[in-house]
């Protein structure tokens, strides 16, 4: 008899698990989700509320797949774990054995006990059910005369982008003085707040809310700001304040947590043959600047990689390169490679160039003294993850990076290209004369 | 206002479009003795079986649309013939397509209102629509809000989702392109609308054929508008566009248009053998070869089109140079086309059949050519028992008509814009294996940034599950590509770009993505 992987949660890390462990090893794999029946692109919920795509666009493999390569799937939700018996409860209270049983349950949006956080008309914009729930609630500008975002971070700006689609009227309140402003630096974080408001959404920075309001059938009919006392009419308000380890089903069992599920750097819980990956998961010794709980799709998808190693045979400790990530704020893409904070700490200094005109800019983090370049943001313009990897892994000084733009850019072909612009404002600002390099195919296509 | 606008256009458009559609059941015809002594002689008819009827029933009567003319004269024709076959009198059979032969009678005879005001109802028609469309259209500026990515509502319009308005599109294509290839005679009052730009380029009234390349044109000017605006954030759709437009208006209309006025055959330089299949057939040699140097040049031309310059440039650039920049099917897929593209089937099953039917049509195209040359040569009319008129009349009716033109377009809506293109198209099978095994282009996966949210797939128009490639970190690297830019264009998170570049590690199958610091390769060693 083969080994009996369980995978609970049929997200990006999950799935990413199950077909590392099919690829390299024979074993039983089942997949559990009470969520939906097949896997699909979270990131991608908000296009089909869109109407860019429709929810089958988002599951990235077809029903056959799943048969062929022999990955079961269960659709319920798992209620308890007999960690003595190795035996999964489901909500019909029948039971399944497992002989490793991987935790991969994501996240729930945060709610923080407002008044009225629970009236009909209040949602995150998590899982599949929330998004049918704002099309039952916000199908249109008819049935939602307004909607109010709480939160402003990167699921506030997709449900603003999303009712914007529909011509619904959204008040976005962000906590922050500037949307996005723990992460990003003042000119991005602004460059933001402008694209949102020429979206004419009504942006209120530094807003907290203070409470919920319902009409007598417990619907929601407005909103109370926490600082003014200001009453908003609206008749959907959503819950963007974060997420945090979708793990309640846990809390019972002998398995340890925190925020999330603790791990070691193998991805180990404190529990013989119990794994826990992605949103749930939080590392005891994150390394390389890493948060110990890291709510992000890569972040997700390296986990469910390195645990199909341990799984079939070649242990494998956790072990994340480079920092990237992206996202897209209505028109405005963004893209970053290695660390750039609001702020630059006390050894670094930034270089910043923004379009005069367009909404585009570039920032790269750099050592004050070794010159080494530590990270790069950019709004508007494409980098090529390849480059940056490289970059990052030789050491490279800002000056290389500045002088190997054109290796480094990846927008489409025939687009205006800055780095010309980019260079001189550097050597403006630096006093040097770095010349801007030729793009190289073989440079590109160097092994690092 | 901007809505009243549009609204304004849209029903110009309407109007323009219903008097277009209304004119075919319209109109006088009336066959004089003139034009009739002048048809058959120039068509060298010797019935007088048929003669005599059309002279006695027909001829000087007036006709109250061309469909009822033309059912009397190819009834006409086909009893003669009958007739004659049964006699053993090959001699007086008409050998000219009844059709066609119809098609010039009335082109002819048309004597009313319709055949007299060309331009006036020219602006009627066209001229509405042209307007109608534009006045839609160049608002979205405006209403489409800043440039970006604009596919909200796609899948919940019923234009653009299947639906009601799709379906009546779909109708509409299919049965004007059956009317177009098998009944030309019952549009000639359509043709009426060109005369005028015929006349003024070949010389020649228009013939159905001048008038599908007139629509196509304009067609793809007005939806190129719609591309402009949609895509203006981005280059590479402009130029491409652009790029199209050009070579469909000068290549394909103006200068076949105008060589025929210096007494040149209709050559369309830019039509590459094999999707222009008949250009080994006998009739076509032996018109170049009697045209003198300049048939000549053509001749070499046209060889040297598909056996040097699509191979080199497929190896630079990939079959995008030609599928979507410079070929005509492909420019129509690519603006009228272009709100169709999400409806291509992306299922494992629509791959495996393309891969079947395309290279199929092209051993078909192959076979077929190298049956007639060969019968070319050695001068006669049969291979193998096979008649060579018989297999190139199945292709053309199966392939040049029914595939490339009934389903290529007329299932735009529901198939999506690039059917022929991906199950059809010799010339795209062709390309598409160079492209797969000897190319330097392909799609760029930008290391581990794919968030598998499925844009890319969804809005190719051949099928191609990008994102299958994508979410691994694998290039893109698919005969089928033609390279339209649109999967790197709605990327959210800037994965996808198309580049040529060296050859080695164009195709990367990977392990693990970047960004995940996993060594995999003490473990392979240790194994």
């Known amino acids: ?448 | 206002m901007i809505k009243t606008i549009q609204n304004t256009g849209l029903v110009l458009l309407l109007i323009g479009f219903g008097i277009f559609i209304s004119l075919p059941f319209l109109g006088s015809f009336k066959i004089t003795p003139e034009v009739f002594e002048e048809l058959i002689s120039a068509n060298n008819i010797k019935s007088e079986l048929f003669i005599s009827k059309v002279k006695t029933t027909i001829l000087n009567n007036e006709f109250s649309s061309a469909y009822s003319l033309s059912s009397e004269i190819t009834t006409a024709i086909e009893n003669a013939n009958a007739q004659h076959l049964k006699n053993k009198e090959f001699k007086q059979k008409i050998w000219t397509n009844p059709e066609s032969l119809s098609f010039s009678i009335i082109k002819k005879s048309g004597n009313g209102f319709i055949a007299t005001n060309n331009t006036l109802l020219w602006w009627l028609t066209f001229g509405l629509a042209i307007i109608g469309a534009l006045l839609y259209n160049i608002p979205k500026v405006i209403t489409l809000g800043a440039k970006g990515i604009k596919n909200n509502g796609i899948f919940s319009h019923p234009s653009t989702n299947r639906g009601w308005i799709g379906w009546m599109v779909f109708i509409f294509l299919i049965v004007f392109y059956i009317v177009l290839y098998f009944k030309p005679a019952y549009i000639v009052n359509w043709t009426y609308l060109v005369d005028t730009t015929s006349k003024a380029l070949s010389g020649n009234d228009a013939s159905q054929w001048f008038l599908y390349g007139y629509l196509y044109t304009v067609v793809m000017f007005v939806m190129a508008v719609r591309m402009y605006i949609k895509y203006r954030h981005n280059n590479y759709q402009i130029l491409r566009t652009t790029s199209v437009l050009f070579f469909q208006l000068v290549f394909a209309f103006l200068i076949p248009e105008i060589m025929v006025r210096f007494q040149l055959p209709w050559y369309d330089f830019k039509n590459a053998f094999p999707l222009d299949y008949d250009f080994f057939f006998s009739w076509n040699l032996k018109q170049l070869i009697n045209t003198g140097t300049f048939g000549l040049f053509i001749l070499v031309w046209g060889i040297a089109l598909t056996i040097i310059i699509v191979p080199i440039l497929t190896y630079f650039f990939g079959k995008r140079w030609y599928c979507s920049w410079v070929c005509g099917c492909g420019g129509l897929a690519e603006t009228l086309g272009d709100p169709y593209r999400q409806l291509s089937n992306k299922s494992l099953k629509a791959w495996q059949l393309e891969r079947w039917v395309v290279h199929s049509v092209l051993v078909f195209a192959l076979l077929m050519t190298a049956i007639t040359l060969y019968a070319f040569f050695a001068e006669t009319k049969e291979v193998l028992f096979i008649k060579t008129q018989n297999i190139q009349d199945v292709y053309g009716f199966l392939i040049g008509s029914i595939f490339a033109g009934v389903i290529g377009t007329g299932f735009y809506p529901i198939f999506g814009n690039r059917v022929w293109c991906r199950f059809g198209c010799p010339l795209a099978a062709y390309l598409g294996i160079i492209q797969r095994f000897k190319s330097r282009f392909r799609i760029t996966t930008n290391g581990g940034q794919c968030i598998s949210c499925g844009n890319c797939s969804t809005y190719c128009e051949q099928g191609i599950d990008v994102r299958a490639y994508a979410q691994k970190g694998e290039n893109i690297v698919r005969a089928s590509c033609v390279g339209c830019g649109v999967c790197a264009a709605v990327c959210p998170r800037g994965v996808l770009k198309l580049e040529n570049g060296p050859e080695s590690g164009r195709i990367n199958p990977t392990e693990v993505l970047l960004g995940n610091d996993i060594d995999l390769m003490n473990y392979v060693n240790k194994k």
Request: glycine share 6%; hydrophobic share 35%; with cysteine.
């Open chain 1, 1 to 448: 008899m083969e080994e009996h992987i369980i995978i609970i949660g049929n997200g990006i890390s999950g799935i990413t698990c199950a077909r590392h462990i099919r690829k390299n090893s024979n074993k039983r794999i089942t997949v559990i989700s009470g969520e939906s029946p097949y896997f699909f692109s979270r990131t991608a919920l908000m296009y089909v509320y869109m109407g860019h795509l429709k929810f089958e666009h988002t599951q990235p493999y077809e029903k056959w797949f799943w048969k062929k390569n022999k990955i079961e799937l269960i659709h319920k939700y798992v209620t308890d774990i007999n960690t003595n018996d190795n035996e999964l409860i489901f909500e019909d209270k029948s039971t399944i054995r497992y002989d490793k049983l991987i935790i991969a349950t994501g996240s729930k949006p945060n709610k923080f006990n407002w008044p009225g956080q629970n009236a009909k008309g209040v949602t995150g914009m998590y899982h599949k059910q929330d998004l049918d729930y704002i099309e039952k609630y916000a199908a249109n500008s008819a049935d939602c005369k307004r909607a109010v975002i709480v939160g402003g971070g990167l699921i506030g700006i997709e449900l603003a982008e999303m009712l914007h689609s529909r011509n619904i009227p959204v008040t976005f309140l962000v906590r922050e003085p500037s949307f996005w402003s723990n992460v990003l630096p003042k000119e991005e974080s602004e460059m933001i707040n402008r694209e949102i408001r020429e979206h004419h959404i009504d942006l209120r920075l530094n807003t907290n809310l203070k409470q919920i309001n319902t009409d007598t059938s417990g619907k929601t009919n407005s909103i109370t700001i926490a600082e003014t006392s200001e009453q908003i009419v609206c008749n959907l308000v959503g819950l963007t304040t974060g997420v945090s380890p979708n793990i309640n089903f846990i809390k019972n069992t002998n398995i340890s947590t925190n925020k999330g599920i603790l791990v070691n750097s193998f991805l180990e819980t404190s529990v013989e043959n119990i794994y826990a990956i992605g949103d749930c998961a939080e590392l005891q010794n994150p390394t390389n600047n890493r948060k110990a709980i890291e709510a992000v799709w890569y972040t997700g998808r390296m986990m469910g990689e390195t645990l199909a190693q341990t799984i079939c045979g070649n242990k494998t400790a956790y072990k994340p390169g480079h920092w990237f990530n992206s996202a897209k704020f209505f028109n405005i893409e963004y893209q970053t490679y290695g660390w750039v904070s609001n702020q630059p700490k006390t050894h670094e200094t930034h270089f910043y160039w923004e379009h005069e005109t367009e909404k585009k800019c570039i920032r790269i983090n750099y050592n004050k003294t070794t010159q080494e370049f530590i990270g790069i943001n950019t709004l508007g313009i494409r980098m090529r993850h390849s480059f940056f990897e490289k970059i990052l892994n030789e050491k490279k000084s800002v000056q290389y990076v500045l002088a190997h733009l054109a290796d480094a850019n990846f927008d489409p072909e025939f687009y205006t290209l800055y780095e010309k612009e980019i260079v001189a404002k550097f050597n403006k600002e630096n006093s040097c004369t770095i010349q801007l390099k030729k793009k190289s195919w073989k440079r590109i296509f160097s092994k690092a």
